[in-house]
Nanobody
Framework: QVQLVESGGGLVQPGGSLRLSCAVSGSILSIYTMGWYRQTPGKQREWVGTVTTGGDTNYADSVKGRFTISRDNAKNTVYLQMNSLKPEDTAVYYC???????????????WGQGTQVTVSS
């Protein structure tokens, strides 16, 4: 019914850059806040940042100044530009979106399947 499909993960050297994308599709009536989380084995999922419908962004202190979240409302897509990557950024990255979906009451949060980002030399 609703799909969030991430792409762009991979292996990168420390100091390098990657850009993740997440496209939302399905029976969507409205898309509200979109964002990114990440998770490493044995740890809780960590909030990375969010972007509102108006383009306002907020970031975790650990990524502030290095990561940039943006969205293309015409394409129902959210992006995560990651620069100056560090080994500790290695994780599975998940996109999330708060949606109003056809025949589903209220607003609900939906998640992508995750994409692996590995920062290593």
């Amino acid at each position: 019914q609703v799909q969030l499909v991430e792409s762009g993960g991979g292996l990168v050297q420390p100091g390098g850059s990657l850009r993740l994308s997440c496209a939302v599709s399905g029976s969507i009536l409205s898309i509200y806040t979109m964002g990114w989380y990440r998770q490493t084995p044995g740890k809780q999922r960590e909030w990375v940042g969010t972007v509102t419908t108006g383009g306002d962004t907020n970031y975790a202190d650990s990524v502030k100044g290095r990561f940039t979240i943006s969205r293309d409302n015409a394409k129902n897509t959210v992006y995560l530009q990651m620069n100056s990557l560090k080994p500790e950024d290695t994780a599975v990255y998940y996109c999330t979106a708060r949606l109003r979906v056809l025949r589903v009451p209220g607003l609900n949060d939906y998640w992508g399947q995750g994409t692996q980002v590995t920062v290593s030399s």
